[in-house]
């Protein structure tokens, strides 16, 4: 395995590195601003204007829709940036270090999951009327997946009925956590439910495109993610009754759900972790320069061991996680997601868990200041923590990593007592 970055990868890393220190770190307290005054404006749901003034520049920079995988580009025949997973890894990692900074570059969920779906699995009217749409920015996405009636790291469970009828599919159901369904762009939903409960259980489910403004959907309140609105993307419940679309909608086929959640989240697993590093990184970077300039009992916190125990702990910390996701984009690019799933699961495990323990690292350093709106640490705290649950929980992860290292004992405990 060789997990050396390529020329390409090097010389795009340092634009993206680039336009970050001219455009996003100098504004990342202004947007945070904005969104404080569009809240106590009654504007929450406003599209932010610094984001969307920086896209243009972003785009003629030539980093633009970074995310989509050279094979992925290569079987649908869209352009994105010929990037494999191993050489996109650095760049998500750069642009994990502020939070909205891969919208800026068209790289954010849950557009890029949807972008890939529709690359892998759209029909050539659906790739025209969406996909493009997306890829130009022009537009934005929702997800609808999870429901609050059931558990849903157990997919199986989700209910939301989607039946045929003539020449079309009736959609009734109740979904939550639909990220991106608060953005006023939001064009399109891709949801999730059951075409047929009386298939077999994993052939029960399938996927259907579903437009933002179809009769019948009814947006009943956002949720608060640790207190945090994440407007303008937001994260809304929802309720389908009676919502009408052509059979046309369907994606991939009826019974093609599980296999569609397979393609798609895999590749947005392994972005989150991506992202996760870098956030993980930039919290190390303030923490350092914390410590360095900042005095208590006649020493620099620097001096202190504690200090710098943690500060040790989080660099190996920080290096196995990246190790470790890079190992999965490589097995990604060279045998397939299929392959490569425990790798996913395990970074999946790995990234969160760690990018938390650093920022609490980060926050202690700072002492009061850590927990103000002066430093991104608890908007830095909610991410990390929601994506130990977010594309599946922690204990799903875990059991299918134990399953797969203890099949091959199994198996062979079986053969022996034949």
């Not at 990692?93 to 890939?116: I, L, Q, R, Y």
């Not at 130009?136 to 609050?148: L, N, Q, V, Y």
């Not at 059931?150 to 009828?165: F, G, H, L, Q």
Request: include cysteine.
């Amino acid at each position: 395995m060789d997990f050396s970055h390529s020329p390409k990868t090097l010389e795009l890393r340092e634009r993206v590195r680039a336009f970050m220190d001219r455009h996003i770190y100098p504004s990342e307290k202004e947007f945070y601003q904005e969104n404080r005054a569009n809240a106590e404006a009654g504007k929450l749901w406003t599209p932010s204007k610094l984001i969307e003034d920086l896209k243009p520049k972003a785009r003629e920079a030539g980093l633009w829709n970074l995310f989509l995988p050279l094979h992925t580009s290569e079987k649908s025949g869209v352009m994105g940036a010929g990037l494999t997973n191993l050489e996109y890894a650095p760049l998500a990692e750069e642009m994990g270090k502020v939070s909205h900074c891969s919208e800026v570059f068209n790289c954010s969920a849950p557009d890029t999951g949807n972008m890939e779906t529709l690359a892998l699995y759209g029909s050539a009217e659906q790739k025209e009327r969406w996909l493009k749409p997306l890829m130009d920015g022009a537009i934005r996405s929702a997800f609808a997946m999870t429901e609050p009636e059931v558990a849903s790291s157990d997919a199986t469970n989700i209910c939301t009925r989607i039946e045929r009828v003539g020449d079309e599919y009736v959609i009734n159901g109740r979904k939550w956590w639909t990220s991106g369904a608060g953005n006023p762009r939001c064009a399109v939903y891709i949801v999730m439910g059951k075409t047929n409960p009386e298939a077999p259980k994993h052939a029960q489910q399938s996927m259907v495109l579903v437009p933002a403004d179809t009769p019948g959907i009814k947006v009943l309140r956002h949720l608060e993610l640790l207190g945090f609105s994440d407007a303008p993307h937001g994260h809304m419940e929802i309720v389908f009754e009676n919502v009408r679309v052509p059979a046309s909608n369907i994606l991939l086929g009826e019974g093609r759900g599980f296999e569609i959640a397979q393609g798609r989240l895999g590749p947005g697993r392994i972005h989150h972790c991506m992202r996760l590093v870098g956030l993980a990184e930039r919290c190390l970077e303030l923490m350092c320069k914390r410590v360095v300039s900042r005095v208590a009992f006649g020493k620099p916190l620097s001096a202190q061991t504690v200090t710098q125990e943690r500060i040790a702990e989080a660099r190996c910390r920080i290096d196995m996680a990246r190790l470790l996701t890079l190992r999965a984009a490589w097995k990604m690019d060279n045998h397939g997601n299929k392959v490569a799933k425990n790798d996913i699961a395990m970074i999946k495990v790995v990234a969160p868990s760690m990018a938390q323990q650093v920022i609490d690292w980060a926050m202690q350093a700072h002492g009061g200041a850590g927990l103000s709106q002066d430093f991104p640490f608890a908007k830095f705290l909610a991410s990390a923590r929601t994506l130990r649950i977010a594309d599946g929980p922690d204990e799903v992860h875990r059991n299918a990593i134990a399953k797969n290292e203890l099949g091959p004992h199994l198996a062979a405990a079986q053969a022996a007592s034949r």
